[in-house]
């Protein structure tokens, strides 16, 4: 129990809304997490180095960034690496500067966080509210039973050896 206690405290941490933000693909920091919307001319030479066809838009990490011409480190598939263990497999894209249509980041939303957030926090205290203080019955009836529930009884074919 207190590792589900633990999650749901630290549920706002981890899950966010998050927006795109277009960069300058020059002044991008090597090792920044981007997604580059590329031409279709490149997309085509791509296509063999990871292996998917028509792919227009990479997300990845930057490795290398010379004025605009970078080298994007893209997942590509994920191998088995021991036991129950699943490692993914990372290609290195080289891009030049006419390669990348658009260069963005990924930057959280604060705004639309705390919004979800809170839309979270009303659902569960509304249900909560709604367990606790409904009439705990489902049968719809308006207080007419004069007793305890009629036990419905499923038929099981017992074998006697």
Excluded: W
């Excluded at 290398?64 to 598939?77: I, S």
């Excluded at 203080?133 to 719809?140: F, K, L, P």
């Amino acid at each position: 129990m207190s590792m589900l206690k633990r999650s749901l405290f630290l549920s706002p941490l981890v899950v966010g809304c998050y927006s795109y933000a277009p960069i300058d693909p020059a002044a991008a920091p090597v090792g920044t997490e981007v997604r580059a919307h590329i031409s279709g001319a490149a997309s085509d030479r791509i296509a063999p180095i990871i292996q998917q066809f028509n792919q227009r838009v990479l997300t990845g990490k930057i490795d290398e960034n010379n004025a605009g011409a970078m080298t994007l480190e893209v997942q590509t598939g994920a191998a088995l690496n021991s036991g129950n263990v699943i490692a993914p497999l990372m290609q290195r894209v080289p891009l030049d500067r006419a390669d990348v249509v658009q260069l963005e980041t990924r930057q959280l939303s604060p705004v639309r966080t705390a919004a979800m957030m809170g839309l979270v926090a009303a659902g569960t205290a509304l249900a909560a509210y709604g367990a606790l203080h409904g009439r705990g019955d489902s049968s719809g009836d308006e207080g007419t039973t004069t007793g305890p529930p009629p036990i419905n009884r499923i038929p099981i074919i017992r074998f006697h050896f």
